[in-house]
């Protein structure tokens, strides 16, 4: 089983996460935002990830952003070396009138690319802009690629859902295991 765990402690937060990437989609996210929660349990649920978030702290930007910044540093311990696995991962996912694209490189590189834009401010107690803040701040920590684009869609809590869903969907294949590929780069190391 492939698990990482990590914490985060600070004057404004204070964040727990633990996932295991060979799990079965056994989710426990706890933290004030519910929405948030929402997206977290989506995006293990698709991924079919086991997760353990509990974060509380100040603010609903604080608590979230540290938050993902937790969980990247998670899921980076839980692949250590990641000899073995597929490391691309993509995925195209429809909700109603929403239509995501997703694709996930666990390059070791930090390279954000979110393009996403929402006609309302709030989606429930989620600040609309906030998404493209979070998945920008869960990429980098997790030190991999990461592509979103919507390419259709009016909705937006339809639109922010699909996102969550297809990067559990595209980090799910990305991890998975695939021993004929040892070390998933010519360079021979990641
Ligand atoms: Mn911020």
Do not use: W, Y
């Amino acid at each position: 089983m492939r698990v990482g765990g990590a914490e985060r402690k600070t004057k404004e937060t204070e964040v727990r996460v633990k996932i295991n990437l060979d799990g079965a989609g056994r989710v426990r996210v706890d933290t004030p935002i519910k929405f948030f929660n929402h997206l977290l349990t989506s995006f293990a649920k698709h991924g079919c990830f086991d997760l353990d978030i509990n974060a509380r702290g100040d603010f609903p930007h604080h608590i979230s952003e540290d938050t993902m910044i937790v969980l990247g540093e998670a899921v980076e311990r839980a692949l250590g070396k990641k000899a073995g696995i597929e490391c691309m991962g993509d995925a195209i996912v429809p909700m109603d009138d929403a239509l995501v694209m997703v694709a996930v490189d666990l390059s070791g590189r930090a390279f954000p690319d979110i393009e996403v834009r929402f006609t309302k401010r709030k989606l429930d107690d989620l600040s609309s802009d906030l998404v493209t803040h979070l998945l920008q701040t869960l990429a980098t920590n997790g030190k991999f690629n990461l592509h979103v684009k919507v390419l259709r869609g009016k909705n937006d809590h339809h639109k922010a859902e699909a996102i969550f869903k297809g990067l559990g969907v595209a980090l799910g294949k990305a991890v998975r295991r695939a021993p004929r590929k040892g070390v998933p780069s010519t360079k021979g190391v990641l």
